[in-house]
């Protein structure tokens, strides 16, 4: 069986991993041991010297809670834009995901306050 050769996709998609799990603040080891892969492996993955198996790829996606999609999306110029979209789009999912957690644990009072400061803030 011959060996699969490492392309520019597979360097791509590696740095997108690493990328994410440091905005998520995940050590190597952290984000290893929930994959199921050993540490090791997943800087392979990182460093692009090792194709990533789907299965795990899907893995990563789901713990970091991010669109399987945006470990494909090039840095290249003329994409840089749909780049942002989707980056920005996984941001504001995150800060709503934040906002509707933290929302439960304000009482009432607390609930119409900032609800009355963040109509101040958007006139």
Not at 38 to 43: G, T, V
Not at 56 to 83: C, M, R
Not at 99 to 111: A, I, N, R, V
């Amino acid at each position: 069986m011959s060996k699969l050769t490492v392309t520019e996709a597979d360097k791509l998609i590696g740095k997108r991993i690493q990328q994410r799990r440091k905005e998520k603040k995940l050590t190597a080891a952290s984000l290893s041991e929930k994959i199921g892969v050993s540490q090791q492996q997943l800087s392979r993955y990182e460093r692009g010297t090792n194709k990533i198996n789907v299965t795990h790829l899907i893995d990563i996606a789901a713990y970091l809670d991010t669109p399987i999609s945006w470990f494909f999306i090039s840095h290249d110029v003329e994409n840089k834009q749909e780049s942002e979209k989707v980056y920005q789009s996984v941001k504001t999912e995150e800060l709503k995901a934040q906002l509707d957690l933290l929302w439960t644990k304000l009482s009432s009072e607390q609930q119409s306050a900032f609800i009355v400061l963040l109509d101040k803030l958007t006139n």
